[in-house]
């Protein structure tokens, strides 16, 4: 069996209670060693085995799955954040369907909700955005036709940008081209939720020179949108006035 487990966004105490306890009992964990907090594997029981994937090809990860399970050995793949967010997860899950290999998924904290909670920040306020775009910005690979970034700024929905930090000066160009001002609130957060996490607050104008002057290059979301500094409503589900199913409003 092979458990495919969201090890969370960094901090060790992050993942499930069920990931844990998955990893505590494999025999072999192959691990996205570019990403993945090595404090996990301290878990790991006595004769674990363990692959960094960051240095291997998906034919020699899939080996490595098909000789444990040949010798009935349990493995867990464990990948940052959540395996579904740009965690290459289909085509190991399509590649053990042909092997007629049973396994699962269990999901994980996203360093995306991981930065919103280093910023104290809510991506969904009334009368802000009640829309979050998770995108990417195009480089050594595309994106869809449609999802380039430009065209999705049109929404002006907050927005969270994966893969991108190492290239700010396009993203402002494309964030600016698409339609959010130069005085959009923007933020940095490198390693979210790691011992050394770092947060940069600016605008969508100052995104390159911030990112620049604090030498974030990769490891780092970025997050654009009024949800971080713009009057908002306060929600009606606690409003006095608001009837709901489990409360009769008091107008």
């Known amino acids: 069996m092979v458990h495919f487990v969201g090890a969370g966004p960094g901090a060790p105490d992050l993942i499930t209670l069920r990931g844990a306890a998955l990893l505590r009992a494999a025999d072999v964990v192959i691990y996205a060693g570019s990403l993945v907090n090595p404090a996990l594997l301290d878990d790991c029981k006595e004769g674990c085995e363990t692959f960094n994937s960051a240095e291997m090809t998906l034919d020699e990860v899939l080996a490595v799955m098909e000789?444990?399970?040949?010798?009935g050995k349990t493995t867990v793949r464990l990948h940052t954040g959540d395996p579904s967010l740009y965690g290459a997860l289909r085509e190991q899950l399509d590649a053990l369907r042909e092997r007629k290999i049973?396994?699962?998924v269990t999901p994980g904290v996203s360093s995306l909700f991981g930065a919103a909670a280093a910023l104290g920040a809510e991506f969904t306020l009334p009368g802000?955005?009640?829309?979050?775009?998770?995108?990417?910005?195009?480089?050594?690979t595309?994106?869809?036709?449609?999802e380039a970034l430009r065209d999705l700024s049109r929404h002006g929905a907050s927005m969270a940008l994966f893969l991108s930090s190492g290239m700010l000066e396009k993203v402002r160009g494309e964030l600016l081209a698409g339609g959010?001002?130069?005085?959009?609130?923007?933020?940095?957060?490198y390693k979210a939720?790691?011992?050394?996490?770092?947060?940069?607050r600016c605008t969508v104008g100052t995104l390159a020179a911030a990112g620049a002057a604090e030498g974030i290059r990769k490891t780092a979301l970025v997050l654009v949108g009024g949800?971080?500094?713009?009057?908002?409503e306060k929600s009606r589900l606690y409003?006095?006035?608001f009837t709901t199913e489990f409360r009769r409003g008091d107008a």
């Open 180 to 189: 959010y001002a130069e005085d959009t609130p923007a933020a940095l957060v």
């Open 102 to 104: 049973d396994f699962d």
């Open 239 to 241: 409003d006095p006035s």
């Open 128 to 140: 802000v955005s009640q829309s979050l775009i998770v995108t990417r910005l195009a480089g050594r």
């Open 142 to 146: 595309g994106v869809p036709e449609g």
């Open 67 to 71: 000789r444990a399970e040949a010798e």
């Open 227 to 232: 949800f971080l500094d713009a009057p908002y």
């Open 193 to 200: 939720t790691w011992p050394d996490e770092k947060t940069v």
